[in-house]
């Protein structure tokens, strides 16, 4: 079955970065437009960024343009979201979903705090 695992999450304080990661599995990877969201406590799931499938085209939201940067290893059936300048509002689980399916991971909890 389709599967999700993302990690990378944690502790870090305003200003820093952390790289989180999505490998996926069950389905050809390479096939599928790929997106990873977040959802703060008490707020909705939000999406975040955006990947075509050869990984020549990505689209950001506002809120994190020019400080996140998607990327994707297809050989490596591996997504990941390269995140800087975090702030105390990009606190969230963060979750990877792959275009056409409607399985999500357990999330990767990111903390932004000093």
């Known amino acids: 079955q389709v599967r999700f695992v993302e990690s990378g999450g944690g502790v870090v304080q305003p200003g820093g970065s952390l790289r989180l990661s999505c490998a996926a599995s069950?389905?050809?990877?390479?096939?599928?437009?790929m997106s990873w969201y977040r959802q703060a406590p008490g707020k909705e799931r939000e999406l975040v960024a955006v990947i075509s499938r050869a990984g020549g085209t990505t689209n950001y939201a506002d809120s994190v343009k020019g400080r996140f940067t998607i990327s994707r290893d297809n050989a490596k059936n591996t997504m990941y979201l390269q995140m800087s300048s975090l702030k105390p509002e990009d606190t969230a689980v963060y979750y990877c979903?792959?275009?056409?399916?409607?399985?999500w991971g357990q999330g990767t909890q990111v903390t932004v705090s000093s």
């Open positions: 069950g389905f050809t990877f390479s096939n599928s437009a």
């Open positions: 979903k792959a275009q056409g399916f409607t399985s």
